[in-house]
Each structure stands twice: as C-alpha cells, then as structure tokens.
C-alpha cells in the first residue's frame, strides 16, 4: 500500500540530474557523466515519486513498436529506470509509479508494457509476466566446422567504420525487426544507447567492430586473451541482423574463422540456428534466461493484434486487480489467424491471471507449462492444450536489445 506522503508526476528537463542521480543511486551506481539510459528518456513519459519535496523515485516509458507473432506490429511502451533511493524502499514507491505507468499507457491507447527486470521477484505482481520471450547465452570454440549440408557462400565481409556502417545497418534493422517476434523499432537515440561505445560501457573489451555482408550485419568487442599456448581472444557478439539465411550462415562462418580468436558468446534467440549449422552441436555451451516480461495492458486491444497458429474458441476469465478494464470473462475465438475478442457471461473454460496471460502474448511461454504450475486453471478439458498450439508462433520470440 502506497504511503499518503508521496506523490508522483512527470519531470521537465531542470529536473534530469536529480533523477540521474536518484537512478544510479537505486542501482548502486556513479551519477557521473551522462547516463546512456537518459539519453533516450521521453520526458512526457517520464515519471518521478516524490516524498514529500525529495525526489526518491524514478521511471520512464518508451514509445516503441513491438513485432508480435504474424508480423504485426503493435504500440507498446518500454518500462525503463525504473529505481527507488536505498533508504526509501517497501513503503510502495514502486507501486504507485507501477500503477501510474499502466494508467497512462491504457490512455494512450498501448495495449502492451514490456521491460527487463533486474530481478525475478519483483514485476509479476504488477502483471508483468516473466519468459515472454528468452534469451539464450550461447559460447562456443572457434574452427568448429560446419554440418556437409551448411554451405557458405565466397561473399566477401568487410570491416567498416562505425560510421561507415551506420545507414546499412539502420535499414537492415528496420526491415528485419518487422518479422521478428520481441524485436523492437529503433529510434535514432535508441541506436545511440544500444552502440554506446564509452568506456564505462565496454566492461573491459575493445571499443565494437562493424563487419558487413550485403544482406546482413555483425557487431561485437573483444575481449584480449592470450599466452604462448595461443590465442584465446574472445568475441562478444553484440548484434548479428541478417534479411537472408546465407547471410546468417556467411556471417556466423566469418567470425569462426576470425584469426587470433579463440571462443565467441552470443546473447540470442532460443531457436539460433547455429546448433543445427555446427557438426557438434554439444560444443555450443547454452544457458536460457528470462528476456522480455510482457505486461498486457488491455486484453481486447492486445488479443486480436497479434497471429494465431490454429482455430480455438475458449472463454478465458482474466484476473487483473491493477487494471479493472481486463478483469472478468472474455470469448476469445480464432479463425484463420485471426482472433476476436468479446465480453460475455458464459462459464469460463479457463481461468488465469493477467501476468501468465502476458508470459504466453508473444508465444515464447506455453499456457500448458502454466497450467502445470499452477497459473492457469482449466475448466472445460482440452482448451489449455489448444489455446497453447494457437498461441505458438513460427519462432521462439527475442528481443535484442536491453532498454
Ligand atoms: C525494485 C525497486 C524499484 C522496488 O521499489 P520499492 O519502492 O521498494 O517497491 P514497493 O515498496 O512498491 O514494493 C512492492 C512490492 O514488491 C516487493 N518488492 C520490491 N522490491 C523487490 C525485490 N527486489 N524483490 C522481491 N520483491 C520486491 C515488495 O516487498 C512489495 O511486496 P508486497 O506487495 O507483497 O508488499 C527498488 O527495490 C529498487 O530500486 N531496486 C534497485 C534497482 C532495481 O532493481 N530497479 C528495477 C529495474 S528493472
């Protein structure tokens, strides 16, 4: 429950330092220097909790659209900076801004909030549900070969300047992002936050190389390791956006075959192909954690957005105590992909909380595995089983960049 001593609006562009710092502070952090993150802040969006005259709260919304499974693309605000001064947590700081944020994107018509959480335990009370996309951290040996089948094409890959790389790079993004499920559209200060190359953001590693192919784009740092048994640099790759699989392919063989490079990691998509490219699988090392938690905001804007995989007519009852409009029971029937959503008073086949809804939006999470856990009860038997196929999509979602 919220403390009646606090307050919450938005800031105007006086008001960035102090909420810099109260930010950094939040994140254990150095309120020196401009912060990447603030670069990119809307300041409409943006929101500060006061208590009393102190500022003590901080968050911000990003207006972003986010490609949902079939293609589409839907409004969606991006939950950022989020943090509260140490000192002046669990007296529900979070919640009030949590409870604002869902209230101002509703009124702007987003029926989708997504964000990252720096923990686990924090978001799926706000209906914020987690896995609804994945990230796999894949590394791997360089020289692996390839499977006979995987063939790599003589185009030549060039390493260019930043600036060099920068208008390919921006129309590959943009026509990739719009077929990939969790990816997101780019503003030009959202490119400068997610290629920040200060010092402070490289952890150690090299300023980013830019390589081209005509189809498709790597970024990565490297990390310098080596003795007299060899080199051992490592390749951190940032960013691999290819429009063609030959790309992927000639991109993915390139930095394998990278001299003086001993291993390569990669924060990617669940279903990266490059297990099935190799012809042993088992060298590429995999740990999948949580991406994307999706938030869906409004049930009958967000439900007929997006593609289903499969024809299902099921009356899901939705619980969702920050945002009354979802609350209740809704026909949701699929036809042909399409989906339409409408309120009723039938029996609900399923029962289930906003936050699980929004783990299965973008088909990275199965209303089944829920429904093992305890997080989705089925009435009418058979309507988890098909509602889980339907809401599959032709790929695992993921969402490459960190907002
Ligand atoms: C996470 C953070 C913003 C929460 O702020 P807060 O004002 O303390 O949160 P609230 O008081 O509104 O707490 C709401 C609920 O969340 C719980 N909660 C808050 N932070 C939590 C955490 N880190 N882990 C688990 N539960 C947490 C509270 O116990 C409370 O539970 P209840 O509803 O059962 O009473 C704050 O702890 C913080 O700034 N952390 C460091 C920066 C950070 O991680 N930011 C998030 C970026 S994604």
């Avoid at 409409?44 to 589409?72: K, Q, S, Y």
């Avoid at 209906?127 to 609804?132: I, S, V």
């Avoid at 905001?297 to 007929?304: H, M, T, Y």
């Avoid at 289903?308 to 105590?321: F, I, P, R, T, W």
Wanted: proline fraction near 5%; include cysteine.
């Amino acid at each position: 429950m919220a403390d009646s001593s606090l307050t919450i609006r938005t800031i105007d562009s006086t008001e960035l330092p102090e909420f810099h710092q109260v930010f950094a502070w939040s994140f254990l952090d150095e309120p020196s220097g401009e912060h990447r993150w603030l670069k990119v802040l809307e300041l409409e969006r943006t929101h500060a909790v006061f208590d009393g005259d102190e500022m003590v709260g901080t968050g911000g919304i990003l207006t972003r659209e986010l490609t949902v499974p079939g293609g589409v693309q839907a409004h969606a605000g991006a939950v950022t900076v989020v943090g509260v001064k140490p000192g002046h947590r669990r007296r529900g700081m979070a919640s009030l801004l949590m409870r604002t944020q869902l209230h101002s994107m509703h009124e702007a018509g987003e029926p989708i909030g997504i964000l990252w959480a720096s923990e686990g335990g924090i978001y799926r009370r706000f209906g914020y549900g987690e896995y609804a996309s994945s990230v796999s951290m894949l590394t791997m040996p360089t020289r692996m070969p390839f499977h006979p089948g995987v063939s790599v094409s003589p185009t030549r890959i060039r390493q260019v300047t930043r600036e060099e790389a920068m208008p390919f790079m921006r129309e590959v993004h943009d026509r990739v992002r719009r077929t990939r499920t969790g990816w997101l559209s780019r503003v030009e200060k959202s490119w400068e936050v997610h290629l920040s190359d200060a010092e402070r953001d490289r952890g150690g590693l090299t300023s980013y190389r830019y390589c081209l192919h005509p189809e498709g784009y790597v970024v990565f740092r490297v990390k310098h390791d080596g003795d007299n048994g060899g080199p051992k640099n490592e390749l951190h790759v940032h960013e691999l956006v290819c429009e063609t699989e030959q790309a992927y392919v000639d991109l993915y063989r390139f930095l394998l075959d990278l001299d003086l490079a001993g291993s390569i990691s990669f924060f990617t998509a669940a279903d990266d192909p490059i297990l099935h490219m190799v012809d042993n699988p088992r060298k590429v090392r995999r740990e999948l954690t949580d991406g994307l938690w999706l938030r869906v905001v409004d049930v009958e804007k967000a439900l007929p957005l997006r593609r289903y995989s499969s024809d299902v007519d099921s009356v899901l009852e939705v619980e969702d105590s920050l945002c009354p409009w979802n609350s209740g029971r809704w026909r949701f029937t699929a036809k042909g992909g399409e989906a339409v959503v409408t309120r009723t008073e039938d029996p609900a086949d399923v029962s289930l909380d906003v936050a699980a809804l929004g783990s299965a939006y973008l088909g990275g999470t199965r209303l089944s595995a829920l429904r093992r856990a305890h997080r989705v009860v089925e009435h009418t038997a058979g309507h988890v089983d098909a509602l889980s196929l339907a809401f599959l999509g032709t790929h695992e979602p993921h969402c490459p960049e960190v907002f």
